[in-house]
C-alpha cells in the first residue's frame, strides 16, 4: 500500500510562491511516475505536473508552464511542487498521485494512489 502526504499548502497574494511537498512511503518509489494534480472548487480535478521515475522527463499543464516545477527526491521518498508567479486561478486543492511502474502518464486514470490534498488559495 503506498501512502502519499502532501503539504505546503496555504493562503498566498498572487504573484507569490508556494512549494508543496509529498512524502510517500511503500516500496519501489523510485521506480514510479509521480504527478500533482489539482481541483478547483465546482470544477472537475485537472492534471497539473507529471515527472518520471529517473527524473529526466517532466510535463505540465499549458497553464502552468513556466510557472511550476515538478521534482523529486528518490532516496528520500519526496516529491514536490514549486510553484511561482502565483495566480488567482491556481486556487485548488493539490494532490499527489503515484502514476505508471517506470512509465510516462498525465492521465489521472493511470495515477492509482492519491494524497488527500493540501489546499492552495491564492488571493489578488
Known amino acids: 500500500q503506498e501512502h502519499l502526504v502532501e503539504s505546503g499548502g496555504g493562503s498566498v497574494q498572487a504573484g507569490g510562491s508556494v512549494r508543496l511537498s509529498c512524502a510517500a512511503s511503500?516500496?519501489?518509489?523510485?521506480?514510479?511516475?509521480m504527478g500533482w494534480f489539482r481541483q478547483a472548487p465546482g470544477q472537475e480535478r485537472r492534471f497539473v505536473a507529471v515527472i518520471e521515475f529517473t527524473g529526466d522527463w517532466t510535463n505540465y499543464a499549458d497553464s502552468v508552464k513556466g510557472r511550476f516545477t515538478i521534482s523529486r527526491d528518490n532516496a528520500n521518498n519526496m516529491v514536490y511542487l514549486q510553484m511561482n508567479n502565483l495566480k488567482p486561478e491556481d486556487t485548488a486543492i493539490y494532490y499527489c498521485?503515484?502514476?505508471?511502474?517506470?512509465?510516462?502518464?498525465?492521465?489521472?486514470?493511470?495515477?492509482?494512489?492519491w494524497g488527500q490534498g493540501t489546499q492552495v488559495i491564492v488571493s489578488s
Open positions: 498521485a503515484r502514476g505508471p511502474l517506470y512509465g510516462r502518464s498525465q492521465s489521472a486514470t493511470d495515477f492509482d494512489s
Open positions: 511503500g516500496r519501489s518509489f523510485s521506480a514510479y511516475t
